[in-house]
């Protein structure tokens, strides 16, 4: 698609040179939409799309410092496909107050109701924008402020049918939200005529202002945080970064199918391991990758993604899981054993034990009973592979086909669950492995300054564990900047509080302009992760995080955990093991694991724009380390 060219001095978000590379391509509407705001709107104002505004995605944003807000939902609806009109229910008919409408269609003599109604989604941008700030906004009498009125501008504009048709369209939920007379001009309805036509005072009244006393200082800088493209998007449109011996990793295979891959934190193994799943999915095979974190296999999937192989194409032959997932799979899909997967968890039973053992004990007993019709895989990938222990490696080596490839990648230093000690040379000559492992030594994730810090930390604090320390590229190369801040607590009460306040110290500082979803806290326990979305959440913020008292409810939340999610992210450190952020605050308490905690440091992305990490630390016996840190390095 041919995108036309754009103003080089307006702030646009993403940039116009990566806009064709979006996850969610622009309609030719939203496309129309943009060449349109970028023609007609003064320079000032700021032009977001698709922008991550606190777990919502509108499709355009639009900021002047001086004047105001504005959001906006784009259509490409063809009015002439179905009869789209307005239904009340049969007591609300006979009402013209407190009647709740809705948007249907009928096609084919078939009536349904039309989810993606752009008035309430519109409305509902809005209304989050001023919540979060807009303390003039209320949310009892949102839309009759006149204040809040005059600062954010929420419009429809559908770009195939003419303003007139789309205001009557709409004109029952105008009447309904008392969107008419004064405040229309703040709730535009555009058609293509308007478009056509440059009209800015039918498609944006309020464009024409030049400066509101509502707009206040602080609130473009604050707003910016949410509309500014995220690093994790930036980064997911950007393809591999493979050097040549990662390259002939993810292209090759041994002669026996299996490799066992050493690496340090950072060094690229999970990336290898993902782009020899989308080179293997290019030639046909069935990849089965596995990891022990619930939440990994996101990430490892948008590492695939990455690759130059079609996504249709990895999608159609690769399945990704965890683990006990792939065990349920089996056991319940395959061989029909739901009931006895269902005893297993019954009240009283050690989790521990079902999920080291039993588990993986019945998961072979249904690979028995399946027989000829199991699922079986050209290709095994396992991810964080000090995770596991021989016996679960041998009970995924049953579905793999003959001939087939297995590859095993993994970190002793990151051994957080104690099962890497089982993995002793002779366990590994007796599950197919033959030779040395391969070893990635070099750090690509790590900024330079924190490699250094995080060796100290090893060598001083984990003695009895057998270290892959990162080593990093040549010091020349450092183009890094990192900034690193210890805040030592006396007691671990305040620990919840004091994240919430470095994660919104990051947000104010850092330059350029952090975007809220790019920021991560990892925690050790579900209470304080908590009590830390408390705080979050109390502000107004949402919060994409993992943290459940009840343990159903933490996987589910664990499985839903992904980046890309438009929201603030939090999650315990060990769900966290594997992935990388740019900005993040870590909570250690005295009964944090130090093998975790170094896992933690360890998640840490470099940028040439600066990377940020704040620890949080109630634990004395760190307190000496702590003060080894500057609060800047580069």
């Known amino acids: 698609m041919t995108f036309p060219a754009l103003n080089p001095e307006r ?180 058609g293509s005529d308007a478009l056509q036509a440059n009209d800015l005072s039918v498609v944006f009244p309020s464009s024409e202002r030049t400066d509101s006393s509502l707009m206040k200082p602080g609130t473009a ?110 056991i319940c899909n395959e061989a029909g054993l739901a009931n006895e997967y269902n005893a297993l968890w019954q009240d009283g039973e050690d989790i521990s034990e079902v999920l080291e053992t039993e588990i ?40 793999l086909r003959p001939g087939g490839e297995m590859v095993l990648v993994a970190d002793e230093t990151q051994d957080l669950y104690q099962r890497a000690r089982s993995w002793t040379e002779e366990e590994m000559n007796g599950v197919g492995f033959k030779g040395p492992w391969v070893r990635l030594d070099i750090c690509y994730r790590l900024p330079p300054a924190l490699i250094q810090t995080l060796t100290d930390f090893a060598e001083q604090y984990l003695p009895q564990v057998k270290l892959n320390l990162p080593k990093a590229e040549s010091p020349e190369l450092d183009q890094y900047p990192v900034s690193l801040r210890w805040v030592q607590l006396k007691t671990t009460d305040g620990v919840a509080e004091e994240c919430v306040n470095a994660m919104l110290k990051i947000s104010g500082s850092a330059d350029p302009v952090v975007a809220y979803a790019d920021i991560t806290l990892l925690v050790p326990t579900h209470h304080i992760g908590l009590a830390a979305v408390a705080k979050l959440e109390s502000q107004n913020f949402e919060v994409r995080h993992v943290f459940d008292q009840k343990q159903q409810k933490q996987k589910s939340r664990k499985m839903a955990f992904f980046m890309g999610d438009a929201r603030i992210k939090a999650c315990t450190i060990h769900s966290f093991k594997g992935w990388e952020a740019r900005y993040i605050v870590i909570a250690i308490t005295p009964d944090t694991d130090l093998e975790a905690a170094y896992v933690a440091m360890s998640r840490l992305k470099r940028h040439n724009e600066g990377s940020y990490l704040t620890v949080i630390c109630s634990n004395p016996a760190l307190e000496a380390f702590g003060e080894t840190w500057t609060k800047s390095c580069t």
Not at 264 to 274: D, E, M, P, Q, R
Not at 293 to 309: F, K, Q
């Open 360 to 399: 993986v004990a019945l998961t072979n007993q249904a690979i028995d009973i399946a027989g000829s019709s199991l699922t079986t895989y050209d290709a095994i990938l396992v991810d964080e592979g000090q995770d596991y222990n021989p016996f679960w490696w041998n009970t995924l080596r049953r579905v």
């Open 221 to 330: 800088d604050a707003l910016r945080r949410w509309l500014v493209e995220p690093d994790f998007a930036a980064t997911q449109r950007q393809p591999l970064e493979l050097d040549a011996k990662q390259r002939q990793l993810a292209t090759n295979r041994t002669v026996s199918g299996y490799r066992r891959i050493r690496g340090s934190a950072g060094s690229g193994k999970s990336l290898v391991l993902a782009a020899r799943a989308a080179h293997l999915s290019s030639e046909k095979k069935q990849v089965l990758v596995v990891s022990y974190n619930i939440t990994l296999w996101h990430y490892l999937r948008d590492l695939a993604v990455r690759y130059p192989v079609p996504t249709r194409t990895i999608n159609q032959t690769t399945t990704w899981l965890h683990f006990h997932e792939w065990c349920k799979r089996v």
């Open 11 to 190: 702030r646009i978000s993403p940039l116009p040179s990566e806009l064709a590379t979006l996850r969610t391509a622009l309609t030719p509407g939203e496309i129309e939409v943009l060449t349109f705001f970028d023609r007609n709107l003064a320079l000032e104002w700021e032009i977001y799309i698709q922008p991550h505004l606190n777990g919502l995605r509108p499709d355009f944003v639009l900021l002047n410092p001086n004047v105001g807000i504005a959001v906006f939902e784009v259509k490409d609806w063809n009015l002439a496909a179905m009869s789209y009109h307005v239904k009340f229910s049969q007591d609300q008919q006979r009402q013209n107050q407190n009647r709740e409408s809705a948007l249907w269609a009928t096609k084919g003599g078939e009536s349904f109701r039309i989810k993606d109604n752009p008035v309430e989604k519109v409305i509902l941008y809005k209304n989050s924008i001023a919540n979060l700030y807009c303390p003039q906004g209320n949310n009892s009498s949102i839309d009759q402020d006149n204040n809040y009125l005059a600062l954010i501008t929420a419009g429809v504009i559908v770009t195939t049918a003419t303003t007139q048709e789309i205001e009557s369209l709409f004109h029952p939920f105008y009447v309904d939200r008392n969107l008419l007379e004064k405040a229309k001009q703040y709730h535009p309805l555009a």
